[in-house]
């Protein structure tokens, strides 16, 4: 189980006010609603603070970020990318506001501080615009970015039950 330097951190990056970026937001709230999580998780709002981030991450046995994730596909496809993946992706943004978590992710490397385990979990954004609704892309892979964010917890070795009522 990944709970050693403070447990798993489950980070929600986005700007709810940006229609698809808020993906990242949405699915830590819907996290939340649909899966009983043991006390070692810890869900994050991590908005889009940028290097204020540094200290949640640096603090973190493990972290898993949910984003919305430009990665060149069309629209609404889920991405999954580890620890091993992101050096690639230091030179690529990763999101729309995600120059910040960039420099976050590249200040972790260099200080030494970055956990053995960041998972970055996220769907492929349309065109962004001022709304606080997701495209209806986005919201179609909502689910599954949620499914797969427990999924990784599980895999972490934490006890993650899905709620009765989110069953129905």
């Known amino acids: 189980m990944s709970d050693a330097a403070g ?12 229609g698809d970026d808020g993906l990242g937001l949405r699915a830590l709230g819907r996290l939340a609603e649909r ?3 043991p006390p070692e998780v810890e869900l994050v709002d991590g908005g889009t603070w940028g290097m204020r981030l540094l200290e949640e991450i640096e603090s973190a046995g493990a972290v898993l970020l949910l984003d919305a994730v430009d990665h060149a596909a069309p629209a609404g496809s889920v991405t999954v990318l580890t620890r091993h993946d992101l050096p690639r992706y230091f030179a690529h943004k990763l999101s729309p506001h995600q120059v910040d978590l960039r420099e976050v992710l590249a200040a972790c490397e260099l200080r030494g501080t970055l956990p053995p385990v960041v998972t970055v979990i996220g769907a492929q954004p349309g065109p962004l615009e001022m709304s606080t609704a997701l495209s209806p892309a986005l ?8 499914d797969l964010a427990a999924e990784e917890l599980a895999a972490l070795g ?8 989110a069953c129905a």
Request: charged letters at 20%; glycine letters at 10%; zero cysteines.
């Open 35 to 37: 899966y009983a999580l």
């Open 139 to 146: 919201e179609a892979s909502l689910d599954q970015v949620t």
């Open 158 to 165: 934490h006890t993650v039950a899905r709620r009765e009522a």
């Open 7 to 18: 447990g798993t951190r489950v980070i929600g990056l986005g700007n709810p006010i940006m």
